[in-house]
């Protein structure tokens, strides 16, 4: 009888989608010892390259359910991995900690008690006198701003998961294709991927975790699922004003739903990930920097050094993200929306057992 391993290496795995999740996908299952392809036509255009990398897992506040659940065991697996890439890339790490703020008394008041009600040691109030909301609110010329911070949550730059991922890919001799894959279907217990070159690649799973054009592909599937586009998008502005040190800020926040990261003493990315919209509208600076009743000077006259966007997807009628058995050997793993790289170590776990229990 065959072993486990001699199974997993005689398997050939196709995922689409080259992203964050078709990455981790790959890794996990190569360390299992499967052959694995990843085919994508526009690698350097997906949507990982507009993600700004904070990982908001012990501060999700609804602690039940599949959602919490998928965040529990990531905040456990990605210090492993985080040990594993740095093999790799022995600068990469998750920057802690993380603060959550707001303007908004009513909110406030859900964080105190979502923070009394779990007694979570990694979790503390900011309240005004703490030092790091007093530099928030000298820095944006206000006085309203308070939260929460958590020692657990902290930020990964995802530009340098996504070069250290390909280091080990690389070193792996992971195939890759940048063909277009046009249709998928099943033939004599295999899958057929063929590409817009009407080249066929046969494979005994496929993976689909190219976001929206996922549903593309699984047309004559029974299974009826649904993808909103969802635009992320991102800044770096320059601040000229010598009224401001960003660096006297925490080094990753979130106010009233925008994300910030100041990277030098006058510069900073402020980023979010909540249009349906595929294209990012002309207003980019007032949209992603309307989130104070009123903005400070040195933001109100900071200028764009550099924009981008990426084009996500979110379930319609059903909880984020899609990860499913469609048929034997093709499952769907997609639609994070805002938490693809949070929560890729637990959804490539769960591909992996998924994969598993055919041999089993």
Same mark, same amino acid.
């Given at each position: 009888m065959k072993s486990l391993k001699e199974n997993f290496q005689k398997a050939h795995i196709v995922i689409i989608g080259s992203g964050i999740i078709g990455k981790f996908n790959a890794?996990?299952?190569?360390?299992?010892?499967?052959?694995?392809?990843?085919?994508? #036509?526009?690698?350097?255009?997906?949507?990982?390259? !507009? !993600?700004?990398?904070?990982?908001?897992?012990?501060?999700?506040?609804? /602690?039940?359910?599949?959602?919490?659940?998928?965040?529990k065991q990531s905040i456990e697996l990605w210090p492993q991995w985080i040990t594993f890439l740095q093999k790799f890339n022995s600068e990469l790490n998750i920057e802690k900690p993380l603060i959550q703020l707001t303007t908004n008394e009513e909110k406030f008041k859900k964080l105190e008690k979502f923070i009394y009600e $779990?007694?979570?040691?990694?979790? /503390?109030?900011?309240?005004?006198?703490?030092?790091?909301?007093?530099? *928030?609110?000298? !820095?944006?010329?206000?006085?309203?701003?308070?939260?929460? *911070?958590?020692?657990?949550?902290?930020?990964? $730059? #995802? %530009?340098?998961?996504?070069?250290?991922?390909?280091?080990?890919?690389?070193?792996?001799?992971?195939? %890759?294709?940048?063909?277009?894959?046009?249709?998928?279907?099943?033939?004599?217990?295999?899958w057929i991927s063929t590409t817009r070159n009407n080249e066929n690649i046969k494979s005994d799973f496929v993976i689909l975790c190219n976001s929206l054009k996922a549903i593309n592909l699984i047309d004559g599937i029974s299974q009826k699922i649904t993808l909103k586009p969802v635009l992320g998008q991102a800044m770096e502005i320059n601040v000229n004003d010598a009224e401001v040190d960003l660096l006297s800020l925490p080094k990753q926040f979130n106010i009233n739903g925008k994300n910030i990261i100041p990277k030098s003493k006058n510069k900073l990315i402020i980023g979010s990930t909540d249009e349906y919209s595929t294209k990012p509208e002309e207003n980019t600076?007032?949209?992603?920097?309307? %989130?104070?009743?009123?903005?400070?000077?040195?933001?109100?006259?900071?200028?764009?050094?550099?924009?981008?966007?990426?084009?996500?997807s979110r379930p319609d009628?059903? #909880?984020?993200? *899609?990860?499913?058995?469609?048929?034997?050997?093709?499952?769907?793993?997609?639609? %994070?929306?805002?938490?693809?790289?949070?929560?890729? #170590? !637990?959804?490539?776990?769960?591909?992996?057992?998924?994969?598993k229990n055919y041999f089993s």
């Open positions: 890794l996990e299952l190569s360390e299992l010892g499967f052959q694995v392809t990843i085919i994508d #036509p526009t690698e350097l255009q997906n949507s990982s390259y !507009a !993600a700004l990398g904070l990982l908001m897992g012990n501060m999700y506040q609804k /602690r039940r359910g599949r959602s919490w659940n998928l965040r $779990n007694n979570d040691q990694n979790l /503390r109030i900011l309240e005004k006198d703490s030092l790091f909301i007093k530099n *928030i609110n000298k !820095a944006f010329q206000t006085k309203t701003i308070k939260g929460m *911070i958590s020692f657990k949550d902290g930020r990964i $730059n #995802p %530009f340098s998961l996504l070069q250290t991922l390909d280091k080990y890919l690389k070193q792996k001799k992971i195939n %890759f294709s940048e063909e277009e894959i046009i249709k998928i279907r099943k033939s004599n217990n295999q600076f007032e949209k992603l920097t309307n %989130f104070l009743d009123k903005k400070p000077n040195w933001l109100m006259k900071g200028k764009i050094s550099k924009k981008w966007y990426g084009i996500r009628g059903e #909880p984020s993200p *899609i990860m499913k058995n469609l048929e034997d050997g093709l499952i769907i793993c997609t639609g %994070f929306y805002k938490n693809g790289i949070l929560l890729a #170590p !637990a959804c490539s776990k769960w591909v992996a057992n998924e994969i």
